[in-house]
Structures are given as C-alpha cells and as structure tokens.
C-alpha cells in the first residue's frame, strides 16, 4: 500500500494553467478508473473535486479537469485564482478492496 | 442538510485504546460505505479503514490492519473506529467520509477529530 506519487509543489501565476500528477501502479490507478482528486485549505477537511477520472461534482467550477493514461492520472486547473491556492490530493481503489491516496501538492498562486 | 461529525478525539498513552464515532445525518445512513482517513499534523491524507453499507465487510490500511477495528450502527447512523495498541504515529486528525453508492467517491466529509498519542 505505497502512496501514489505526486510533486510535492507547484506554483504558477494567476490566469494560466497547471497540470499535477499522480503516479501509481497497475494495482491502482492503472487498474480502475476510481480516481478521484481533493482540494484541501489550510485546517479544512478535504473537498472532492473531480471523481472517476474526469467527472465533476456538481457546484465544481469547469476550470478543473481530469484525465488519466496507463498508470497516471492528472488533474488539470485552468484560468488560475488566488482562491484556487491549496493542497491537492489524488487517491484511488486499488486491487485489495482498499484505497491510497497521494503525498498531496501544495499549488501556490503567485 | 447532509452532514458528518466527528467525536470521541483526545490524548492517550502510547499502547493504550480510543473508540472514535461519526454521527451521520441528511440522508440513508444505510445505503452507503463509510470510510476512516486521517491526517497527520503537517502531513498528508492517509486512508484508513472503511465498513461496508451493510456491515458486512471491512478492509483496512496495513499501517492500522489489527489494532484498528470499524463498525457501524445503522439504526443510530454512526460508524466507529476502535483504535487499540496506539501508537504515536498514530496521532493525526481523523476524518469519516461517505463513499458516494453510484461514482465511489468520498464525497462527504466531516470536519475531523485530534487524536494525540502521547506519554
């Protein structure tokens, strides 16, 4: 039950675009299509964002996008905004009928 | 509206036990599979245990696999997390989660309880 693979930070300027990653196994990620992403303000509990890939949960702006190749998944935040500045987190099923998350990213809005 | 609370969090003794409760309400406990994460302090989300919708099954992180036991309680719309031969790295905030019944995704959180093991 290693954790999936994520940078540990990223920072771009607002409006532009950022792509994070999430790198698992063929246990995980690669193996179903259960991946969801979480954002994450300082002393809140998580909030899902994106789940099965690439679906959003309703009230979630379209700004954020999912996708995912081979044992990869990405999560996607175009148009960035200060507010968008967060922790983000993946997490997917895995073939033991359990789950894993992500290290986490620290976005950082410049 | 729907919600999750958590209770039950405190300081114990390294090797001592705690029973954590997530009070559930706003909609059918009973339909779904509820999940334990937590987060240690300054670090990332961790997965822990979850209980499914009928109770019948339970899986769990290896980190917690024999010390940790969840249940539930459907006609009290709560699920526990007995936390047994603590350790210090078990201190971190503990979160129950509602795993959606059609997309399995965690998409109710409650606001955490601490869980600080210390001599």
């Known amino acids: 039950q290693s954790a999936l693979t994520q940078p540990a930070s990223v920072s771009e300027s607002p409006g532009q675009s950022i792509t994070i990653s999430c790198t698992g196994t063929s246990s995980d990620v690669g193996a179903y299509d259960f991946v969801s992403w979480f954002q994450q303000h300082p002393g809140k509990a998580p909030q899902l964002i994106i789940y099965?890939?690439?679906d959003r949960p309703s009230g979630v702006s379209n700004r954020f996008s999912g996708s995912k190749s081979g044992n990869t998944a990405s999560l996607t935040i175009s148009g960035l905004q200060a507010e968008d500045g967060a922790d983000y987190y993946c997490t997917s099923y895995t073939t033991s009928s359990t789950w894993v998350f992500g290290g986490g990213t620290k976005l950082t809005v410049l | 509206q729907m919600q999750l609370v958590e209770s039950g969090g405190g300081v114990v003794q390294p090797g001592r036990s705690l029973r954590l409760s997530c009070a559930a309400s706003g909609f059918t406990f009973s339909n779904f599979a509820m999940h334990w994460v937590r987060q240690a302090p300054g670090k990332g989300l961790e997965w822990v245990a979850v209980r499914s919708y009928d109770g019948s099954k339970a899986f769990y992180a290896d980190s917690v696999k024999g010390r940790f036991t969840v249940s539930r309680d459907n006609f009290e719309n709560t699920v526990y997390l007995q936390m047994n031969s603590l350790r210090a790295e078990d201190t971190a905030v503990y979160y129950c989660a509602r795993e959606d019944d059609v997309t399995d995704a965690f998409d109710i959180w409650g606001q955490g309880t601490m869980v600080t093991v210390s001599s």
């Open positions: 099965d890939v690439n």
